[in-house]
């Protein structure tokens, strides 16, 4: 028996050192070449010839890439959402793996692995003698480190299928490449590192990646409690996954495990007694199915999972390009703690379910922010992720570029508050009244911020909800009963660009990143798509005085090795200024005290809001806020192509859905226990009194139906026009083919308004 190389680390060579030793070596590379791989004999010269003419141009150190690795995504209380990887790998210490796990390994891949160097050539003689004696190649002479260094360059081809070919080819030029890349290992590792290395690079079948994630997948245990004939098992799958897979072929696996306890008692790592009784023993399998991806994320966080995911592989702290950052992202080993809020994230699940079933007609998404931080609390939708019957991949309360709607939907009414805080951030009085008939002209000229008013030379109408609705109104009662009329008349004096400017600020964009569009119906009335988190978010800087915070969804990181990585910061910045904050918390407050959105206002704490009802009954929101969280609630048909009339929604029949009856309750409901337990801060309410109009215009039922005044209702009117420009009709036509989004069948493209249709509601 020869001499124990030393576990250790070697001395290092030098470069002419290595290539001495690598020159000694070059008649048994060629060997190798001609008697095993390659079938004439006569390549033993050139192969010999080529490696060494070769060596100096390989580069001088083997690059290990890290090892990918599960990340696991947490909520902000340390709970598990879900685990993602590209390859499922726990990477463990040598101290964490069975020694029979070990042993088995070495004795069944390479036994004398602790005898010879980076190459065996008595396994070279070995090999090349039996694959004569068969006339084929039976038997191969890697030692664990070439195979090691093989896993290495398989590893770093990743999954592009040309370099994986790449990597495992039979060719002279790649054998000369392992070999010396084996010499520079053995020297520098040493054999318990290589032994560890090559546990945790390879692959053992059904998706499994090291010896960890392999016991875990075929006995549920950790790879230090392997028994004898489990590590037997485990070590005979490494030559062939597919061939000696135990799920898929227990008869084979049985064979080729009990080759490896033989072999073990051959080498006296067992004795042939313990061999004899482990042949006996059954498998013993006890399968766990991979559970991978945000698909299996727990607490219906599957889409607030998919947003982390697109936040990573798109913000530039992760990586300058794109590239960079999906490859930290495949390679793993994270541990993600994210800003999702358990309470929050259960009652968010929780109304929803009460509300609105998956196979309903249309559908829900509701998201919930925490002003002043940015942080995103809580997500979920009616429509789980899924590719099969009433389940989609689209996430509809973000924007595209995470996943969600190619354009957002309509927000109807709920547009309106942006347009009231520029104003009053012009000097508009906060008692501003307007005549605000029934019905009027769009305004004859609207200036944009191009210099080039919009002219309204089709002679484009507008109306309110309800024929009684009719003026004159002051902006308190116009918000709470959402009067058309008045908002245009706003407009008009405002100007648009005043409202961009705000829109801007609040980070108010449609969900294909694009700027809301310069018409009026985009600014007064909601005709532009966006989504729930962008709503949430601009919201938010209502309750947080007039500061506007962008959303995240990722506290930290902790890479591997327990390193933290940066992450992305809310950026905070003042889109109004607070006395303007306090007029419109004023306002909104009034909507949910006893406006439209009654039907929505919580009990015991401050809360504002605003309900919104596009064209046909499309799409139905409603918005709303505390001081401590901020939420909202989108209810429509992904695809626009359901109008909510004659409806049933949740187990619930709907004449018409409102704003207020559909939308309003979920967003109650999931602030509701969202909040539960946690403090109740005040607004600060200016004081805004209600003009005495002599007489009852009428306010809106308490079931949201519209009374003599109207309630939150879509708007029956013929005010809008019949499509045209783009840029200049004021109900801008968004017919967007119904394929451009969809998660088979059931995802959907949230268009834009209907030129055809008018009225566009609250």
């Known amino acids: 028996m020869g001499k124990k190389r030393s576990a250790g680390s070697g001395g290092g060579m030098s470069p002419a050192q290595q290539a001495a030793k690598f020159l000694g070596i070059s008649v048994l590379a060629g060997a190798v070449l001609a008697g095993i791989a390659l079938p004439a004999a006569g390549a033993l010269g050139l192969a010999a010839k080529g490696s060494v003419e070769g ?42 793996i069975s020694p029979y796990m070990q042993k088995a390994l070495v004795a069944i891949e390479d036994s004398r692995f602790y005898e010879h160097g980076a190459v065996d050539a008595k ?62 290992v053995e ?24 010896v960890e994630a392999a016991a875990q997948r075929y006995f549920s245990k950790h790879a230090k409690d392997l028994n004898v004939q489990e590590s037997a098992l485990l070590a005979g799958i490494v030559q062939s996954p597919s061939r000696y897979d135990p799920v898929n072929d227990e008869t084979e696996a049985t064979k080729r495990r009990n080759v490896v306890l033989q072999r073990m008692a051959e080498v006296h790592d067992i004795s042939q007694a313990e061999a004899d009784k482990a042949k006996q023993t059954p498998l013993g399998l006890k399968v766990s199915r991979p559970q991978n991806g945000c698909i299996t994320a727990v607490k219906g966080a599957s889409f607030f999972c998919k947003y982390v995911e697109k936040v990573f592989k798109s913000d530039p702290v992760f990586g300058k390009t794109k590239e960079e950052r999906a490859k930290v992202w495949d390679r793993g080993g994270l541990t993600i703690k994210t800003t999702l809020d358990p309470q929050s994230q259960a009652s968010v699940q929780a109304s929803i379910k009460e509300n609105v079933r998956k196979s309903d007609s249309v559908a829900t998404a509701v998201s919930l922010v925490e002003p002043g931080t940015g942080k995103v609390l809580g997500m979920g939708q009616s429509k789980p992720y899924g590719y099969g019957k009433n389940e989609t991949e689209y ?43 029934f019905q009027m002209p769009y305004p004859s000229k609207v200036q944009t911020c191009s210099g080039k008013p919009w002219v309204n030379d089709a002679h484009y109408k507008v109306e309110n909800e309800n024929e009684s609705e009719v003026g004159p109104y002051q902006l308190r009662e116009a918000m709470e009963k959402s009067i058309n009329t008045y908002f245009v008349q706003m407009l008009a004096d405002t100007g648009m660009c005043p409202v961009v400017k705000m829109t801007d600020k609040l980070g108010v964009v449609q969900g294909n990143g694009t700027k809301v569009d310069q018409v009026p119906s985009s600014m007064t009335l909601g005709s532009t798509g966006l989504s729930p988190l962008t709503m949430a978010s601009a919201y938010a ?22 390193k933290s990585l940066a992450v992305p910061k809310t950026k905070c910045s003042r889109a109004m200024s607070t006395e303007t904050a306090d007029k419109i918390n004023t306002l909104l407050s009034g909507v949910t005290d006893s406006g439209t959105g009654k039907q929505a206002g919580l009990q015991a704490r401050d809360n504002a809001g605003k309900t919104g009802t596009t064209d046909a009954r499309k799409n139905a929101w409603f918005v709303g806020y505390t001081p401590n969280m901020s939420g909202a609630v989108w209810v429509g048909s992904p695809q626009q192509d359901v109008e909510m009339t004659n409806i049933w929604i949740g187990g619930r029949y709907h004449g018409e859905v409102y704003g207020a009856d559909t939308p309003g309750p979920i967003w109650r409901s999931a602030m509701t226990g969202a909040l539960s337990g946690r403090p109740a801060p005040k607004f600060r309410i200016v ?27 879509g708007g029956n009117g013929n ?39 008018g009225g566009w509601g609250r």
């Open 55 to 96: 060596f100096d141009e390989i580069p001088a150190n083997l690059k290990t890439p890290p090892l990918s690795q599960r990340t696991t995504i947490l909520d902000n209380q340390g709970g598990k959402i879900a685990t993602v990887y590209s390859r499922d790998r726990t990477v463990v210490p040598l101290s964490a």
């Open 123 to 184: 396994g070279i003689l070995r090999a090349i003698n039996a694959n004569a004696r068969d006339g084929g190649v039976s038997q191969g002479a890697s030692t664990l480190t070439q195979q090691y260094v093989k896993n290495v360059f398989i590893e770093e081809a990743g999954d592009d299928p040309t370099k994986v070919a790449q990597a495992t080819q039979q060719t002279i030029g790649r054998k000369v490449r392992e070999l010396k890349y084996a010499i520079q």
């Open 541 to 562: 800087a209502f309750a947080n005085e007039g500061t506007y915070c962008t959303p995240i969804a990722i506290e930290s990181i902790t890479g591997p090795g327990g």
């Open 719 to 757: 005010g809008g026009g019949d499509g045209g420009d783009h840029g200049d009709n004021p109900l801008p036509d968004f017919s967007f083919p119904s394929d451009l989004i969809g998660g088979n069948g059931n995802g959907g493209n949230g268009n834009g308004g209907n030129g055809n249709g």
């Open 687 to 713: 004081d805004i009194p209600k003009p005495d109009k002599g007489g009852d215009q009428g306010e809106g039922d308490d079931d949201g139906k519209p009374g003599n005044g109207g309630g939150d209702n």
């Open 187 to 210: 020297d520098e590792l040493g054999k318990k590192k290589i032994l560890a290395n090559y546990l945790n690079i390879t692959y053992f079948g059904q998706q499994a990646y090291g």
């Open 395 to 437: 996430n509809y309360s973000v924007d595209a570029k995470y996943g969600g709607s190619n354009f957002g939907f309509p927000t109807g009414s709920t547009f309106k508050p942006f347009l009231a805080a520029a104003a009053l951030e012009q000097g508009t009085p906060v008692n501003q009244e307007y005549p605000a008939p």
